[in-house]
């Protein structure tokens, strides 16, 4: 769990929680809540400690001002059926029906503000207006404890200027994520395997930088393979391709191969006439992909060689799917590679975002895994070695 001595006794105390309880929704309903399922430890430890838990957290993208579709409401009812006690509601974040439904806790219940991020000042660049709304939450409560992993690379009202106004602690979640991490970049034990998926290069950048000199083996699927292939010179058809880092992966080549780093590239793709068309789909080498096909999953020549690549490792991290996973055609790789990483004998760690939904939509046991990241972009930028605000603002 997280660390709250330095809280001192939260019995009867209002702890401002933040946690990360942004998950998909699909016509009002939750489609998966596996981050609710995570926040809950830390929200109930407090809840059982005596605490008035108010919870803060954001939904979606809305654009600083009240919009039903990304309405917390139905959060806060799964939130409750997951403690097994009701959760009280607020309409709004900072307002009449915030502060009334705090004061209207008794120890040990717990409440949900609606999405922090309906007010401008949560994510404005302005350090005032953030601040200005930083007090304001900060009203409602007591203490402060950040365990929402998704946000502590933002620098947001609700993750960083709170901290600086109230007593403050890691929570349990966000705890157990910056041990994994610091296990990855730190000391991790070897052999050490990185796979990295998903769709753009660009968007793994810090990360390959970073990590070629600290991995053994790197693993790369999913999208951002054809700009390899295409650095390489083959043909990539009408694939994914970001011709502007070109340039970039054949300097990483240059240096895996000068550092010792072994980068493991598909041998083989399943390719389609269109996107999302199974009917279409056919597996074929990497080096002769046809002009009008496009890759959407690595082979499974490729897949199986990724997984004998992941058994013998102590120490795996990987981000980003190997396919459109969502289609059972473009599946298989992804499959593999998780299915190896349920197989190692050491630390597997699934980094967030879309390769923990990967894992719950193709039926793997969570338990299965080391550790599953609930924050995708923290993970990232934290492996590329930025320091991260919501992390900063409690250490110092």
């Not at 990295?196 to 930088?209: A, E």
């Not at 002009?291 to 490792?313: K, N, Q, T, Y």
């Not at 967030?352 to 995708?376: K, N, P, Q, Y």
Request: hydrophobic share 45%; charged share 20%; glycine share 12%.
């Amino acid at each position: 769990m997280g660390d709250y001595a330095n809280l001192g006794d939260v019995a009867g105390r209002r702890v401002l929680v933040r946690s990360d309880l942004n998950v998909p929704l699909k016509d009002g309903a939750i489609t998966d809540d596996g981050r609710i399922r995570a926040s809950v430890p830390t929200i109930r430890a407090l809840a059982e400690a005596g605490a008035r838990v108010v919870v803060t957290a954001h939904l979606g993208r809305p654009d600083g001002a009240p919009d039903p579709k990304y309405s917390l409401a139905p959060v806060a009812v799964r939130l409750g059926e997951l403690l097994g006690a009701p959760v009280a509601f607020a309409t709004d974040t900072v307002g009449a029906s915030a502060h009334e439904t705090v004061s209207g806790l008794a120890d040990g219940q717990v409440a949900l503000l609606e999405n922090v991020r309906f007010n401008a000042g949560e994510t404005s660049k302005d350090d005032a207006v953030r601040g200005a709304f930083a007090d304001e939450l900060a009203s409602l409560a007591d203490a402060f404890v950040s365990d929402g992993f998704g946000v502590v690379h933002r620098k947001q009202a609700s993750v960083y200027d709170v901290a600086q106004r109230l007593p403050h602690a890691m929570g349990g979640l966000v705890a157990a994520e910056i041990d994994v991490l610091r296990r990855l970049t730190a000391t991790p034990e070897r052999p050490y395997v990185v796979v990295l998926g998903g769709s753009k290069v660009s968007d793994k950048l810090g990360v390959i930088d970073n990590l070629l000199g600290k991995a053994d083996k790197l693993l790369i699927g999913g999208g951002m393979v054809f700009t390899f292939l295409k650095a390489q010179g083959h043909e990539v058809g009408k694939s994914l391709l970001e011709e502007d880092q070109i340039e970039t992966v054949l300097g990483y080549l240059q240096r895996a191969e000068q550092s010792g780093v072994e980068i493991l590239l598909p041998t083989d793709i399943v390719v389609a006439d269109s996107f999302g068309d199974e009917a279409s789909a056919r597996v074929v080498a990497a080096t002769e992909i046809p002009a009008e096909a496009l890759g959407l999953d690595i082979g499974p020549e490729s897949g199986a060689a990724f997984a004998d690549a992941v058994r013998p490792a102590r120490t795996v991290f990987w981000n980003g799917p190997m396919g459109v996973f969502e289609q059972p055609a473009f599946a298989e790789g992804t499959r593999a590679v998780a299915q190896a990483l349920t197989e190692i004998d050491g630390l597997s760690v699934v980094g967030g975002g879309d390769s923990a939904a990967a894992v719950r939509a193709l039926g793997f046991d969570e338990a299965a895994f080391g550790h599953i990241s609930t924050g995708g972009g923290a993970s990232l930028e934290y492996l590329e070695g930025k320091e991260l605000p919501g992390i900063t603002v409690l250490e110092g």
